[in-house]
RNA sequence: UCCCCAGUAGCUCAGUCGGUAGAGCAGAUGGCUGUUAACCAUCUUGUCCGUGGUUCGAGUCCGCGCUGGGGAGCCA
């Protein structure tokens, strides 16, 4: 008797007319006189199996009492359903019950639950059509990422969680300390004294793996990393976490174009991967949550991105006639409201800015020969703005040198960042994705609290 | 961090002029020969977010706090 067959694979036809088990949980239970219709779920794909129980099941009356939430395993016989709304059921012939679900405990319920109470019991919402879903499609990007690069050839590279490097000397990090926080140890000027920590020095944990990235990079060429990354800013805002997954590649020998294009194709993967592999689910976010999700989506697939330059952008935003809300000005970043009028009203499809003031960029982007700008760029989605950040980094010693000391920036601390533009440097460059952004994008998921299974924000780290 | 809004049954909400709280759903029980968030009948359910104040009397008015949501800034 063929066991451990998802449900997901039973739906396909290949065991009808055969013995099957399935395990799962009840979703829903109807019965009739003599007859109960159970949906089981084994969080596979989004519609569960029908089950369909007779009076003459040894335990009926037990099945009568399952409740939603209740965890079974079915042995019957698969067949085509006579009924209208599931292509095929199974016909119990034994049924065993492992635990029963309180209906007066259970707090989800036969109908449709608000996002927000669904995220105080994180610990039981996976079990609902939205986050089996949401989870589902985040599966299939996080695998579709390692896919893109392993076959292309690139290197996952484990860059530390601990670090006591600040990517960018910007941005609240959370520190990491054993020390005993009601007496910590104090120099003689009375400062905490780090030496006596668990590492010797101050640490903290990881804002972006980039500079890691850098290290395998002039080793192993092309190479990324995937992996937690945390921001301590006080951001309070339906597209930030404390914690997020970001995926970061790193290319030697690779010019902006280069990371451009790349950046383009894996863009263009990972929906396409959706689109394919998780239609079932993105019907139903469609349906629920974004009329236009997969229009959308298409649409970025099919459409080739524009490039255009920061300085022509600018251009074309104060020549637009429109009137934002923010000012345009070369120099400034730009804001959401600008994004989107050249994605959605100049391009009309996705748009890359590239090269951008070097003053509203990092110190380790490469300046470009105008000395004003560098060579970093954004790729910017519609509805969404940018969902993409790159840049070729600055892999000439002096000039490097020269932009650390330019922001006040401690070159002892980068002291094994600069040998790298020492010992062999090359031509390289990479990007970042916040993956939980792009699982907004692709889901069409409101808040970014919704598509990472524990979020954890300002105020809030339960479970 | 700033601005705005909200917090009443397990869930979603109503609650008039300040007079001690109600509906739908869920749940329980019974019915129904194939149901699709099944349907029909009956029944149960409250720290009105917390705290201080005004008042004869506060779910309702006022102050403070907590939590949640939307927006802004920052960013991924």
Partial sequence: MPRNIKIASLLTGKYCDQEVCARGWVRTRRDSKGLSFINLN?????????????????????????NVGASVEVLGKLVPSPAKGQPYEIQAKALRIFGNASGEEYPLQKKGHTLEFLREIAHLRPRTNT??????????????????FQERGFMYVHTPII?????????????????DLDRPPRTETGVVDFSHDFFGREVSLTVSGQLEGEIFATAF??????????????????????????????????????TIDLAEAF????????????????????????????????????SPFQRVSYTDAVEILEKSGQSFELPVSWGTDLHSEHERFLTEQHFKSPV???????????????????DRTVAAMDVLFPKLGEVLGGSQREERYDRLLARLKELNLNE???WWYLDLRRFGTVPHAGFGLGLERFVQFVTGMGNIRDVIPFPRVPKNASF
């Fill in 42 to 66: 084994d969080g596979s794909n989004q519609a569960g199996i029908q089950i369909v129980a007779e009076a003459g099941l040894e335990n009926y009356g037990e099945a009568l009492k399952l």
């Fill in 131 to 148: 986050f089996g879903s949401v989870f589902r499609v985040r599966n299939t990007l996080a695998h579709a990422v390692h896919t893109f």
């Fill in 163 to 179: 670090t006591a490097s600040d990517a960018e000397g910007a941005g609240e990090m959370f520190r990491v300390t054993t020390l």
């Fill in 221 to 258: 060429s092309e190479v990324y990393t995937f992996g937690p990354t945390f921001r301590a800013e006080n951001s309070n805002t339906s597209r930030h976490l404390a914690e997020f997954w970001m995926v970061e590649p790193e290319m030697a020998f690779y010019d902006l174009g280069d």
């Fill in 267 to 302: 863009l263009k993967y990972l929906i396409s991967r959706c689109l394919e592999d998780r239609a079932e689910d993105l019907a139903f976010l469609q349906k629920y949550y974004n009329k236009e999700l997969t229009t959308t989506l298409d649409h970025i697939v099919h």
């Fill in 352 to 370: 890359v800015v590239v090269d951008y003031p070097r003053e509203i960029k990092a110190f380790y982007m490469r300046q470009n020969d105008d």
């Fill in 412 to 414: 002892k601390n980068y």
